[in-house]
T-cell receptor, first 117, second 110 residues
Framework: NAGVTQTPKFRILKIGQSMTLQCTQD?????MYWYRQDPGMGLKLIYY???????DKGEVPNGYNVSRSTTEDFPLRLELAAPSQTSVYFC????????????????FGPGTRLTVT | QKEVEQDPGPLSVPEGAIVSLNCTYS??????FMWYRQYSRKGPELLMY??SSGNKEDGRFTAQVDKSSKYISLFIRDSQPSDSATYLC??????????WGAGTKLIIKP
């Protein structure tokens, strides 16, 4: 299993540009998450999904959009990039299957480092 | 007040020392607590989790939760340079979302 994969690893955007961060998991997990991590600030939840076709906002959703058309993929869309969106973005997934030990454990991808200038 | 507070450090200790990493949380309803380890330029990975109060041991690592004082601790015995990383604590809220501390950067000096 590759686990959670994210592309691209790095990206520099100009203010006002748009882009999509890709996330794919091959563990058949129902739950998927997008976080951003800023220095000294921990992880902030942007959006999450409990299954294909279902998404919901997290703590910091403004400026972002998501979709979940398949179990495997959970892309994050940035529209009209702003310098405040400069951050490291992590995608994560977990099973959520009842009765399973560790069903709350989130598995993380390697991250995408985004700079908006 | 943040729901989960954690000193970002850095914390620098000599190899072989016992390390104590700590978090406090404000919501008494939190029941599930996790410690993640994050190496530089990598994603976090689960180190340990505990449910409610008490201790849990796994090799050189011990996680401790004191619900009366809302205090979460991670102890590392016989620390190694390979333990150098950022350690993130997290608590699960009633919606099964993780609320994260800021992370403590740990440096083990050979």
């Amino acid at each position: 299993n590759a686990g959670v994969t994210q592309t691209p690893k790095f990206r520099i955007l100009k203010i006002g540009q748009s882009m999509t961060l890709q996330c794919t998991q091959d563990m058949n997990h129902n739950y998927m998450y997008w976080y951003r991590q800023d220095p000294g600030m921990g992880l902030k939840l942007i959006y999450y999904s409990v299954g294909a076709g279902i998404t919901d906002k997290g703590e910091v959703p403004n400026g972002y959009n998501v979709s979940r058309s398949t179990t495997e993929d959970f892309p994050l869309r940035l529209e009209l990039a702003a310098p405040s969106q400069t951050s490291v973005y992590f995608c994560a997934s977990r099973t959520g299957a009842s009765g399973m030990l560790g069903r709350y454990e989130q598995y993380f991808g390697p991250g995408t480092r985004l700079t908006v200038t | 007040q943040k729901e989960v507070e954690q000193d970002p450090g850095p914390l620098s200790v000599p190899e072989g020392a016992i390390v104590s990493l700590n978090c406090t949380y404000s919501n008494s309803a939190f029941q599930y607590f996790m410690w993640y380890r994050q190496y530089s330029r990598k994603g976090p990975e689960l180190l340990m989790y505990t449910y409610s109060s008490g201790n849990k041991e796994d090799g050189r690592f011990t996680a401790q939760v004191d619900k009366s004082s809302k205090y979460i601790s991670l102890f590392i015995r016989d620390s190694q340079p390979s333990d150098s990383a950022t350690y993130l604590c997290a608590s699960m809220d009633s919606n099964y979302q993780l609320i994260w501390g800021a992370g403590t950067k740990l440096i083990i000096k050979p």
